[in-house]
C-alpha cells in the first residue's frame, strides 16, 4: 500500500522541491520509503512521487517510480494474483528483476495495454507514463478501494491518492465547489466522480482513463459494471449447492489476501461478516491468526465480549484494543487533516482507533466491509421488503397527517428508544420516508439528510443546480428489476464508494496499515447479484446465506443478537463534550464571512438542537464537519 501524487505542468511552473512537498504530504501512507522522478521537456515538466509501505518484496527491486522500456508507474495498491499473471507473462517472453506485483503490472501494461485491467485481482489505482504514445494512463481498481484524485486548469495537471498533496503545488486554485457542499450536506460526503473543489474530480471505480501529452486531451472509459452482474438471470442452483460455490468463492478471496512479506491481522467485531472472513481463514491454517477488536465502553460501543467467545471458538490469537471517549474526543480535532474532504460518518472515529492500536501488531489487516451491499444486510433492505408495498398503499393525506405529527414530538419524548444510539438519526430519516415512500424515492429518503428542495434553505447561493449521481442510476434493466436488487446495487456504486471505502482508506492509512476487503473481491459480487433475493433475504432474515455459512463454523446460538456496528452517541457529544467545538466552528460572523450557508439555517438548527430535538444531530454533525474542515484547508 502506498500513496502517488505527481503532475503534468504545461506551465512550467513546477520544481523538485514542489514534487517532493507533495509527495511527503502522503509519508503516513507510505513511511517505509519514498521516490520522485522530474523530467523537464521541451513543452512541460513531469513530476511523479511515490511513498511506499512494503508489503510484498520488501526489497530495493519494489522501489517506484519504477520503469520498464518505455514505461514509467506510481502503483498504489495490491493485486493478488500477481504471482499467476506473472507466470503467464514469463511463457510469453518477459524477464523480472525483482518479485514485486508492481514490476508485473508494467510488464502486463506493455503485453495486452488497457485490457491487462480484466486479470487483475486486486484493490489499485496506478498512473502509468508512456514516451513512446506520450499518453498517460490511469486506472482505478472495480469497487473503488483505492482512491485516486486529479485536478485539470490552465495547463497544470495534478493526481494524488489524497487531497492535500494538490495544496502543496502554487498552481493548484483551491476554489471550493458549492455543487459539492449541498451533496456533502445530502449525503455526509461529495459523491464520485465530484471533489470539494472546482476542476477537481475523482476517477471513477472500474474505470481508466488516458491523459494525452500531445493536445491535453482526456478520453475515460469503463472497463467494470456492477450492473453488468446484476443484469444476468438468476442461477438455477439449490440453495444448499449455491452456499457451497458461495462459500468456495468467498474462501478464496480470503486466502489472496493473505498474501504478504509482512505480518497480518484480521479485524474481528463478532458479527457475522467478520466471523465469515475469520472462519474461513483459521478453518485451514494450524497456525493462529491474529485478530483484534476494539472497544470504548464508556460511550457505550463494546462489542469485545462478543468478539472474544467467536475468537476463543474459532480459535485466533486476540488481542482487545480499549479506548476511551477521550481518546475519541482527540481524534475529532485531526479529522479534517486525515479527511481532506468533508466527510461526515462518524464510524471514522472507532475505525481510526482500531487501526491505529492494531498497528503496534501488524503492517496488513483484513477487514469484512460489503458485506451488508453484497449479501443485503442493511436494515434499510428490511424496511423496503416489510413495508415498502404497505407504505406505497397508504393514502398521501395519511402520510402527510403522520409526518405533521412527528414534526410536533422530538425524538427524545419516545419511550425507551431514545436511549438508542442511532435512533435520533433514524427518527428524521422516517419522517423525509413517509413524505414520499414510492420505491423510487425510497433509496433518497434512506440516504439524504435533505432534498433537493429543503437544500434551498441550507445554501447561501439557491440557483445551483444538483450534481449527477449514481443515486439515479437506471442501469438496472427492467428484467431483472426486484427492489432489493435496485437498492443493493445503487449502495455498492455511491454509500460504499464514497463513504464506507473512503472512511476505510484514510483511517488505515492514516496508521500506515494496509486494510484488505475480501468481499470486494469482484468475482463476489459478479457471483451473490446472481443470487435469487431470497437467498440473501429470506423470511426477513438478511444476509441469510451468508449467515448459513458462518453457522456451520460458530454455533448460531453465539452469534444471534442485534447488530452493533461502529454507531457512536453524536446527539450526546454535541450537546456535551463537543458542545464547545460546535460554538467555536458555528459562529454568526464565521459563517456570514464564509457565505456558503444561510445563517438562519445554521441558527434554527443549533437551537433545535439544543432545545432537545436530537433528531437533528446528524445535520448538526455534518455541518460542523464541513465547518472544521474549511477552517483547516480554507483558511
Not at 467494470?224 to 440453495?239: C, E, G, H, R, T
Not at 500506515?512 to 457471483?527: A, K, N, Q, T
Not at 433475493?533 to 458462518?550: A, G, P, Q
Request: include cysteine.
Amino acid at each position: 500500500m502506498c500513496g502517488i501524487t505527481g503532475f503534468f505542468d504545461f506551465t512550467k511552473s513546477s520544481s523538485g522541491l514542489i514534487l517532493e512537498r507533495m509527495s511527503n504530504t502522503l509519508i503516513h501512507r507510505g513511511p517505509d520509503d519514498g521516490g520522485t522522478l522530474l523530467l523537464n521537456e521541451k513543452n512541460l515538466q513531469i513530476g511523479l512521487g511515490h511513498r511506499r509501505l512494503s508489503i510484498i518484496d520488501l526489497s530495493e527491486h519494489g522501489k517506484q517510480p519504477m520503469q520498464f522500456e518505455n514505461l514509467t508507474i506510481c502503483f498504489n495498491g495490491e493485486i493478488y494474483n500477481y504471482q499467476e499473471i506473472k507466470a503467464q507473462l514469463l511463457i510469453l517472453g518477459h524477464h523480472f528483476t525483482g518479485g514485486s506485483d508492481t514490476e508485473m503490472i508494467l510488464h502486463a501494461y506493455a503485453h495486452w495495454g488497457q485490457d491487462c485491467l480484466q486479470k487483475f485481482i486486486g484493490m489499485f489505482a496506478f498512473v502509468i507514463h508512456d514516451t513512446v504514445t506520450n499518453k498517460v494512463f490511469f486506472a482505478r481498481d472495480r469497487a473503488g478501494i483505492k482512491p485516486l484524485f486529479y485536478y485539470f486548469k490552465d495547463g497544470l495537471f495534478l493526481f494524488a491518492s489524497e487531497l492535500k498533496a494538490f495544496h502543496e503545488h502554487p498552481g493548484f486554485i483551491k476554489k471550493i465547489n458549492l455543487q459539492a457542499v449541498g451533496a456533502f450536506m445530502q449525503y455526509g460526503n461529495v459523491p464520485s466522480p465530484h471533489c470539494i473543489f472546482e476542476n477537481c474530480f475523482k476517477l471513477e471505480p472500474g474505470h481508466w482513463m488516458t491523459f494525452s501529452l500531445k493536445d491535453q486531451s482526456l478520453n475515460k472509459k469503463q472497463y467494470w459494471n456492477v450492473y453488468d452482474a446484476y443484469n444476468q438471470p438468476k442461477i438455477s442452483l439449490s440453495f444448499d449447492d449455491a452456499k457451497i460455490q458461495t462459500e468456495k468463492i468467498l474462501t478464496s478471496a480470503c486466502e489472496y489476501r493473505m498474501v504478504a512479506d509482512v505480518p497480518i491481522g484480521v479485524f474481528l467485531s463478532g458479527g457475522y461478516d467478520s466471523a465469515c472472513v475469520t472462519a474461513l481463514l483459521q478453518k485451514s491454517r494450524i497456525n493462529k491468526l491474529k485478530t483484534f477488536t476494539i472497544a470504548v465502553p464508556d460511550i457505550g460501543l463494546n462489542e469485545a465480549p462478543y468478539a472474544k467467545e467467536v475468537a476463543r471458538h474459532l480459535g485466533t490469537d486476540h488481542t482487545e484494543i480499549e479506548c476511551t471517549e477521550k481518546d475519541a474526543f482527540n481524534l475529532i480535532v485531526n479529522l479534517p487533516y486525515y479527511y481532506d474532504e468533508p466527510f461526515a460518518d462518524s464510524s471514522a472515529i472507532p475505525t481510526t482507533l482500531v487501526s491505529i492500536m492494531a498497528r503496534k501488531h501488524v503492517t496488513v489487516a483484513l477487514s469484512a466491509d460489503a458485506g451488508d451491499e453484497v449479501f443485503a444486510g442493511y436494515n434499510r433492505y428490511n424496511y423496503l421488503m416489510r413495508y415498502g408495498k404497505k407504505l406505497e398503499a397508504i393514502p398521501t393525506f395519511i402520510l402527510k397527517l403522520i409526518t405533521e405529527i412527528m414534526e410536533q414530538i422530538p425524538s427524545k419524548k419516545i419511550p425507551i428508544l431514545k436511549n438508542k444510539p442511532n435512533f435520533h438519526n433514524r427518527y428524521a430519516k422516517l419522517k423525509y420516508i413517509l413524505r414520499n415512500p414510492s420505491r423510487q424515492k425510497f433509496m433518497l429518503s434512506l440516504s439524504q439528510q435533505y432534498t433537493d428542495e429543503q437544500l434551498s434553505n441550507v445554501l447561501l447561493k439557491t440557483s445551483l443546480d444538483r450534481l449527477e449521481t449514481n443515486y439515479l442510476s437506471t442501469e438496472l434493466k427492467n428484467e431483472y428489476y426486484t427492489p432489493l436488487a435496485y437498492m443493493m446495487a445503487v449502495d455498492y456504486e455511491t454509500y460504499l464508494v464514497d463513504d464506507i471505502l473512503q472512511k476505510v482508506d484514510r483511517s488505515t492509512m492514516t496508521a500506515s496499515l494496509e486494510g484488505r476487503e475480501p468481499f470486494l473481491d469482484h468475482r463476489v459480487i459478479e457471483w451473490a447479484a446472481t443470487l435469487p433475493d431470497s437467498f440473501k433475504y429470506y423470511n426477513h432474515e438478511k444476509k441469510y446465506i451468508l449467515k448459513e455459512i458462518v453457522h456451520q463454523y460458530v454455533p448460531r446460538q453465539m452469534m444471534n443478537r442485534p447488530k452493533m456496528g461502529f454507531a457512536v452517541p453524536i446527539a450526546n457529544w454535541l450537546q456535551n463534550g463537543l458542545r464547545e467545538l460546535v460554538e467555536e466552528h458555528l459562529q454568526e460572523k464565521i459563517i456570514k464571512d464564509q457565505g456558503v450557508f444561510r445563517w438562519e439555517f445554521v441558527e434554527r438548527l443549533k437551537t433545535n438542537f439544543f432545545g432537545g430535538k436530537k433528531e437533528y444531530s446528524q445535520e448538526l454533525w455534518n455541518l460542523l464537519m464541513f465547518q472544521m474542515w474549511y477552517a483547516k484547508w480554507m483558511k
